[in-house]
């Protein structure tokens, strides 16, 4: 075979023989080879991931059915007890004033409880009660036998120093999660709480019940407050997951959520996080509760997340949505902290 071709004295070089695959009998040439795969794209996670061509709109993960489900289990748990002579768990709410969403989120408490037959206790404080007095009422309900969980529902009116209420709820009976004893125990590792934060929980049971795998999960958390940010981040971190906690100094925070696997937007800014934050296929929590006027509903607004849920769910793979989603689980982990905290007194066997 001629490898050159003279022309006027000067070689020029043809192309080689096209190559023969041997599995196939195809013949390929040298410039349409396929390149050997980068061990960098080999060993890409693409759990989460979903192809460009495939437009299906995200699974929404509804924090209400699965509290439902939740509060079911811990009703028929109840009627167990009772069969076993027991008597009923108790969760005792301190409420300070008359804010009406303070009113409203005990008196979805209070429902919740009756519900899976927990034995309900609100106590009504005026607003202008002296902090001595207030916790003198927090020791009544650390001292009832008959109350296994004690809350203080936040916020406080300004006069009182809300750390020091919070820190005199008994670390047995400390359901919310966010004493300090439960705190601690929580970012100590080798040791568990009494009781883990409920929002928190709330979005880690949402995630596993929803089938999101977050072992070697890459997972950015948008915010960094006590009662979720750190909270859940750590949690998540004990699951073995690789976290990212992004705040108001976070630079470019959304390429940091474009690396995700899992988002939990917890900032408290309405539709922050956009659609061209979440990377194809990533499992999204929205924590946020932002009110918006709108004249169509009766009380004269609607709640809006964190995330621009509208064209979010487009890109997500799971999706929680606002309202629906995290705020029925936090009310449902709050039962579920309680009935563990009425076990270890009442039935130590089985706690």
Request: proline share 7%; charged share 25%.
């Amino acid at each position: 075979k001629l490898q050159f071709l003279y022309l006027i004295g000067t070689p020029i070089p043809l192309p080689p023989p096209p190559k023969i695959l041997r599995s196939s009998g195809r013949f390929l040439a040298p410039s349409t080879r396929r390149p050997a795969c980068p061990a960098s794209v080999r060993h890409f996670n693409t759990r989460f991931l979903r192809t460009p061509a495939t437009k299906m709109p995200a699974e929404i993960i509804s924090g209400k059915e699965i509290a439902a489900t939740i509060r079911g289990e811990l009703k028929a748990d109840v009627e167990k007890l009772r069969e076993q002579g027991k008597k009923d768990p108790g969760l005792a709410v301190i409420i300070v004033g008359e804010r009406k969403d303070s009113q409203t989120y005990v008196r979805l408490k209070h429902k919740a409880a009756e519900e899976c037959g927990y034995k309900s206790f609100q106590i009504a404080l005026p607003a202008d009660i002296s902090q001595e007095d207030l916790v003198e009422k927090v020791e009544e309900c650390n001292n009832n036998p008959d109350i296994h969980g004690l809350i203080v529902q936040l916020p406080l009116p300004k006069h009182i120093n809300e750390a020091a209420v919070l820190n005199r709820v008994a670390y047995a009976k400390d359901v919310d999660g966010l004493g300090p004893d439960n705190i601690c125990s929580l970012y100590t590792r080798g040791k568990e709480p009494m009781a883990y934060p409920c929002t928190p929980l709330g979005i880690i049971t949402m995630l596993e019940r929803s089938g999101v795998e977050i072992e070697g999960a890459r997972a950015a958390v948008i915010g960094r407050s006590n009662i979720v940010g750190l909270p859940v981040a750590h949690m998540l971190m004990q699951r073995n997951a690789t976290v990212t906690v992004c705040h108001t100094r976070t630079k470019d925070m959304a390429a940091v959520c474009r690396e995700a696997d899992i988002v939990v937007a917890a900032a408290g800014c309405l539709e922050m996080v956009k659609a061209d934050w979440i990377r194809p296929g990533a499992a999204v929590i929205d924590v946020g509760t932002n009110c918006v006027d709108d004249a169509t509903k009766k009380q004269g607004y609607r709640t809006v997340g964190d995330v621009d849920f509208a064209n979010a769910k487009e890109v997500a793979g799971k999706i929680s949505p606002v309202p629906g989603g995290v705020g029925p689980m936090t009310i449902a982990m709050l039962l579920s902290n309680t009935l563990r905290s009425f076990k270890r007194v009442e039935c130590p066997e089985s706690a």
